[in-house]
T-cell receptor, first 111, second 114 residues
Framework: DPKIIQKPKYLVAVTGSEKILICEQY?????MYWYRQSAKKPLEFMFS???????DNQTASSRFQPQSSKKNHLDLQITALKPDDSATYFC??????????FGPGTRLTVL | GEQVEQRPPHLSVREGDSAVITCTYT??????FFWYKQEPGASLQLLMK?????EINEGQGFTVLLNKKDKRLSLNLTAAHPGDSAAYFC?????????????FGAGTKLTIKP
């Protein structure tokens, strides 16, 4: 059974629209993260959460908003989508002082 | 903050040859080090985690060397085979203002030629 679930696997959106990327982890971890991967940047850290609290935000744009409704959930809301937002978005989780495990990713295409 | 430099960005070797990927980092207080493998179209998969001052860890078909004195981490794939074709990322864990952070290298795209 997959331990980190990301939904959807593929997502196509139009410019200006809003989408939510879902991430759930069943590893019992306290920390969760979002990364973005595109042709321009191999792996770009976006956010980290620990015990549902924002710990680090390296995303310049406020169009990206993480949402943690439960300890094992960290969704990513993206508003006013732009073609440059096209990328694969990876969710990851970890226990303290331990390695991060990555989800399968959501491939977002903005037309 | 921590800076992690990974070299080379692209590497092509023949099947059976060895391949070496190196990362250097700047924070001397870094304490956990990781290597991840990402096959085409797939997610990142943890290869190995190391944390001693100077350590050689051997996995299936690869060796990881950590030299904290030189702040250098390397991944050596011995006798490369087609299944090793992938992107490889190093990652370094450190404490920043009381919070644990991990910085990833920019990745190395490894191609194994027959």
């Amino acid at each position: 059974d997959p331990k980190i679930i990301q939904k959807p696997k593929y997502l196509v959106a139009v410019t200006g629209s809003e989408k939510i990327l879902i991430c759930e982890q069943y590893l019992g971890h306290n920390a969760m993260y979002w990364y973005r991967q595109s042709a321009k940047k191999p792996l770009e850290f976006m956010f980290s959460y620990s015990y549902q609290k924002l710990m680090d935000n390296q995303t310049a744009s406020s169009r990206f908003q993480p949402q943690s409704s439960k300890k094992n959930h960290l969704d990513l809301q993206i508003t006013a989508l732009k073609p440059d937002d096209s990328a694969t978005y990876f969710c990851a989780s970890s226990q303290e002082n331990a390695e991060q495990f990555f989800g399968p990713g959501t491939r977002l295409t903005v037309l | 903050g921590e800076q992690v430099e990974q070299r080379p960005p692209h590497l092509s070797v023949r099947e059976g040859d060895s391949a070496v990927i190196t990362c250097t980092y700047t924070d001397p207080n870094s304490y956990y080090f990781f290597w991840y493998k990402q096959e085409p179209g797939a997610s990142l998969q943890l290869l190995m985690k190391v944390f001693s001052s100077t350590e050689i860890n051997e996995g299936q078909g690869f060796t990881v060397l950590l030299n904290k004195k030189d702040k250098r981490l390397s991944l050596n794939l011995t006798a490369a085979h087609p299944g090793d074709s992938a992107a490889y990322f190093c990652a370094v864990s450190f404490i920043n203002y009381g919070n644990e952070k991990i910085t990833f290298g920019a990745g190395t795209k490894l191609t194994i030629k027959p």
